[in-house]
């Protein structure tokens, strides 16, 4: 079965430093989401991706937040100077079509500690 | 978005059936009700969904009262794989966007065997 796949599992970065997380969604899928999480709370919608832009984000994806497609196969998160509170685990999802199913699919998450 | 009402937390026994509620009280009518859950560790998971009718899958049903103002996740007999915090999500799909899902606190079902 199809499915999304994240790397890495685990990035320990200092407070400052950029960090890239990547993600590889289901190949023919057309949408593409961040979603974080820290520890103990809610899941949080960060930004929506579609033909190559932005659709949607959230007061949470402010400038130092920014995603890219650099080929046909992976979907990147860039946080460009990490602070504390950045420290969540990061989940990557796709979604199909416009006739596609409407659910989306997650992937296994990256945790971002940052110290 | 609709705003939406859980129980924190639920305890069912194994390969019994499980009936887990939602209100969205301030639902409109063109967003569907979406089920997402989350096992311990791992990224959300969907369930289901559904506009006005119940809906089968091979996973639950939804049973989506008539004002649409509640609905009610069913698991037919629980597993302790089941174990999960489970999310009721009003959404819309316009068909064209990209609508990131909110998600709330959930219930966190507990599956004793």
């Known amino acids: 079965e199809p499915e999304v796949t994240q790397t890495p599992s685990h990035q320990v970065t200092q407070m400052g430093q950029e960090v890239i997380l990547r993600c590889v969604p289901i190949s023919n899928h057309l949408y593409f989401y961040w979603y974080r999480q820290i520890l103990g709370q809610k899941v949080e919608f960060l930004v929506s991706f579609y033909n190559n832009e932005i659709s949607e984000k959230s007061e949470i994806f402010d400038d130092q937040f920014s995603v890219e497609r650099p080929d046909g196969s992976n979907f990147t998160l860039k946080i460009r100077s990490t602070k504390l509170e950045d420290s969540a685990m990061y989940f990557c999802?796709?979604?199909?079509?416009?006739?596609?199913?409407?659910?989306?699919?997650f992937g296994p998450g990256t945790r971002l500690t940052v110290t | 978005d609709a705003k939406t009402t859980q129980p924190n937390s639920m305890e069912s026994n194994e390969e019994e059936p499980v009936h887990l509620p939602c209100n969205h009280s301030?639902?409109?009518?063109?967003?569907?009700i979406h089920w997402y859950r989350q096992l311990p560790s791992q990224g959300p998971e969907y369930v289901i969904h559904g506009l006005t009718s119940n809906v089968n899958n091979r996973m639950a049903s939804l049973a989506i009262a008539e004002d649409r103002k509640s609905s009610t996740l069913i698991l037919h007999r629980a597993t302790l794989r089941d174990a999960a915090v489970y999310y009721c999500?009003?959404?819309?799909?316009?068909?064209?966007?990209?609508?990131?899902?909110?998600f709330g606190k959930g219930t966190h079902l507990i599956i004793q065997p």
């Open positions: 301030t639902i409109s009518g063109t967003d569907y």
């Open positions: 999802a796709s979604r199909g079509g416009l006739a596609a199913s409407y659910e989306q699919y």
């Open positions: 999500i009003p959404n819309i799909y316009s068909g064209g966007g990209a609508d990131g899902l909110t």
